[in-house]
């Protein structure tokens, strides 16, 4: 008779490793959806932060989807999996419409994005060769923070709209995100973000309804806009993504709490360098990535915030240099804190920054559960384009 392996505990993972709360991660799930509920809108989750089938079918509201992704290869990875509806949220270049096509003769309803006639007229060309209606959304600039038509530019809206609608795609709507809401320095300042890109969306919407084009789709949404937004009166969709763990940046903004970042890195003591007060550990920005999104912050956080094993933050102590597999691990400068006396081998986790960044240097999460030392689950995630 062969013995069942006995479950892994944070005491025998190897580091670095990424831990998933589960109990976080259901409280984050349930919080916006009871928001979006709220407001009577569907949310249409980004599944670019957790990139795996079993965070997916938590955060879906059916195993179809609506879901939304920022790569092709997660199109391809979520539609194995049985999810059929799906908006590719970034703006689509030619070469990947074969792709695109290959998904849709399979069945998945999957959507891209365009912000240009150029771009419009190639959809619309690939479409007609293949004798299918690619649908696509017009993306609208609600704040200057990266890609879009400017919603005052009506010729050039209608121009892309007409593209699509009478050239061999499908007009399905417009959508935005309003990413400088991650700049915002007060909950106001989000929920007067959310307005404005509420309103820009709607109001390209109008526009496209009243040449009298079809626009059935009015998509919006990040993260700290989701969980602030006043009102989303026209608003069809929400999509939002970090939600699910949200990290440091999202506490940083007032969107949650530390305590409830679901998304950590287990990590172990591997020296000391008492004299310049200093705690070595095995994680390194191979394990937690460059990003350092606190810096723009009221309180940077460098890369990482300190916690014991069970997820207990230490005062003041941040993970505050990394080399390529080594943290340096202080005090934060000015604190008048101690550093725990941590021997070489103890385990400490990292409250990461940005949960996508550090989420995309692991191939799997460790699932938890609090007040218990041992492993129930272990998630594959995915990476590449």
Not at 13 to 25: G, H, K, N, S, V
Not at 146 to 161: C, E, F, H, M, Y
Request: aromatic share 4%; charged share 20%.
């Amino acid at each position: 008779m062969t013995l069942a392996a006995a479950a892994p505990t944070l005491d025998t993972l190897e580091t670095p490793c990424l831990l998933l709360d589960e109990a976080r991660m259901t409280r984050n799930i349930e919080r916006l959806n009871g928001l979006m509920a709220a407001h009577g809108v569907q949310l249409r989750p980004h599944l670019k932060t957790p990139k795996s089938v079993e965070v997916a079918r938590r955060v879906m509201s059916t195993p179809q989807g609506p879901a939304a992704v920022s790569t092709l290869q997660e199109a391809e990875q979520f539609a194995a999996a049985g999810v059929t509806d799906l908006l590719y949220a970034v703006g689509v270049s030619p070469s990947k419409l074969d792709r695109v096509l290959a998904l849709r003769r399979r069945g998945i309803d999957l959507t891209v994005v365009v912000d240009s006639i150029e771009a419009a007229r190639a959809v619309s060309a690939r479409a007609r060769q293949a004798g299918d209606a690619i649908p696509a959304l017009i993306e609208i600039d609600c704040d200057g923070h990266r890609a879009g038509v400017q919603p005052g530019d009506t010729a050039q809206l209608l121009g892309i709209a007409r593209a699509l609608h009478e050239e061999g795609a499908c007009l399905r709507g417009v959508m935005t995100h309003a990413g400088e809401s991650y700049g915002c320095r007060s909950v106001e300042a989000i929920a007067d973000m959310a307005e404005q890109e509420r309103s820009a969306a709607v109001s390209c919407a109008q526009a496209i309804r009243a040449a009298g084009l079809p626009c059935p789709v009015v998509s919006v949404g990040s993260t700290p806009t989701a969980h602030f937004a006043r009102s989303l009166e026209g608003v069809t969709e929400v999509r939002a993504g970090v939600y699910v763990f949200f990290d440091l940046v999202m506490a940083g903004l007032g969107v949650c709490r530390v305590d409830d970042i679901a998304a950590t890195v287990l990590t172990t003591v591997i020296g000391h360098q008492a004299d310049k007060g200093w705690i070595l550990v095995d994680a390194g920005w191979m394990a937690m990535s460059r990003d350092r999104g606190t810096a723009r912050q009221p309180v940077d956080q460098l890369y990482g915030l300190v916690c014991d094993v069970d997820g207990k933050v230490y005062p003041d102590v941040l993970l505050a240099e990394t080399n390529q597999e080594q943290g340096i691990i202080k005090l934060r400068p000015g604190s008048d804190a101690v550093l725990p006396d941590l021997p070489i081998g103890a385990k400490l986790r990292i409250v990461p920054n940005h949960a996508c960044a550090t989420c995309a240097q692991h191939d799997a999460y460790e699932v938890v559960r609090p007040g218990a030392t041992e492993v129930v689950a272990h998630w594959e995630r995915f990476r590449g384009w």
